[in-house]
């Protein structure tokens, strides 16, 4: 079975990741856990004045600072994963990642803002469970 989990570097992706590797009935030797790391996108203005050669090292600077201690958290627990940085809208790009990758399941970290909150801001957690078709587990 292949699980995505989005990771956002947060104490949430933290807490979902440690739920991932200590349950171990979500991943049996051999399967794969697609670790997504979603940025937003750099403006086109902005991009125009760095280039994109400037803009794509930013980009990965900052992925490899969240990426980094995922690594060697999973490495440390023998977990077969691959890592994937991708840029665009994080709820569309997990949901778009887990359809190409044929995933069989999400796993996020929810950063449990409350109903006010969620009304008037949305959550990447709230758009992917009910854009997705694929089951989602969120981790709190």
Do not use: W
């Amino acid at each position: 079975m292949k699980i995505l989990f989005a990771a956002d570097g947060s104490t949430f992706t933290k807490k979902a990741l440690t739920f991932i590797v200590n349950n171990k009935s979500l991943l049996a030797a051999g399967d794969e856990l697609l670790v997504l790391h979603v940025q937003d996108a750099i403006s086109a203005q902005i991009e125009r004045k760095l280039g994109a050669a400037e803009v794509a090292a930013y980009q990965t600077k900052q992925a490899d600072a969240v990426l980094k201690p995922i690594k060697k958290f999973l490495d440390k627990h023998a977990v077969n994963y691959r890592c994937v940085l991708v840029i665009g809208a994080a709820a569309h790009q997990i949901i778009e990642t887990s359809k190409r990758e044929r995933v069989k399941m999400i796993v996020m970290g929810a950063h449990g803002h409350g109903l006010l909150s969620r009304m008037f801001m949305g959550s990447v957690a709230q758009r992917v469970l009910a854009e997705s078709e694929i089951p989602t587990l969120l981790v709190k």
